[in-house]
């Protein structure tokens, strides 16, 4: 269950992040204080995801669906990352952002999903054995003689939408 509500949103700070993504010629993921992003600070350390997704409704993009999977990406130049593929497989998470959400010391990532339509909040697990697979597709990124192989249990999606970017605001 959340401990924050959609309704208390920071505001600015989210016109902020939508400002900045429309601007950008890459998605990016936007790691944020939890206790920054709603307008009633808690008292909290934990860090979320803000992920825009413009031109897209809530209906378009299973967000709820919890199951979490990881696979190694391409970036437009080249470069290999480790990533979390969330949303029933069409969203992908550059890794380094769920680590920088702080997700291992609360056993979750908090990601706001930022739809036209509607704004959601969804809790994601992560647990050891995520992780220890995250550090897996970290490697296979890092080393040239491993194709871009994923998790044999990622969904086979034609069109992932890719965040492999991160931009901390914590």
């Known amino acids: 269950m959340n401990r924050f509500s959609e309704t208390d949103i920071n505001t600015a700070l989210l016109a902020e992040i939508q400002a900045h993504f429309s601007a950008a010629d890459v998605r990016a993921a936007y790691v944020v204080r939890l206790s920054e992003l709603y307008e009633q600070p808690k008292d909290t350390n934990e860090c979320g995801i803000v992920i825009p997704m413009p031109c897209k409704t809530a209906a378009e993009i299973d967000c709820?669906?919890?199951k979490v999977s990881t696979q190694v990406r391409r970036r437009k130049n080249g470069d290999r990352v480790e990533c979390l593929l969330v949303a029933g497989g069409r969203v992908a998470v550059w890794g380094a952002a769920v680590d920088r959400a702080r997700s291992h010391?609360?056993?979750?990532?908090?990601?706001?999903?930022?739809?036209?339509?509607?704004?959601k909040l969804v809790e994601y697990s992560i647990d050891?054995?995520?992780?220890?697979?995250?550090?897996?597709?970290?490697?296979?990124?890092?080393s040239h003689m491993h194709s871009?192989?994923?998790d044999d249990n990622a969904p086979d999606i034609d069109e992932v939408f890719e965040y492999l970017e991160c931009?901390?605001?914590?």
Do not use: K, M, N, T
């Open 64 to 66: 709820e669906d919890r």
């Open 167 to 170: 931009i901390e605001l914590a």
């Open 148 to 150: 871009l192989e994923g």
């Open 105 to 119: 010391d609360f056993g979750r990532v908090s990601i706001l999903w930022v739809f036209d339509d509607a704004q």
């Open 128 to 142: 050891e054995q995520l992780y220890e697979d995250l550090w897996v597709a970290q490697q296979a990124a890092q």
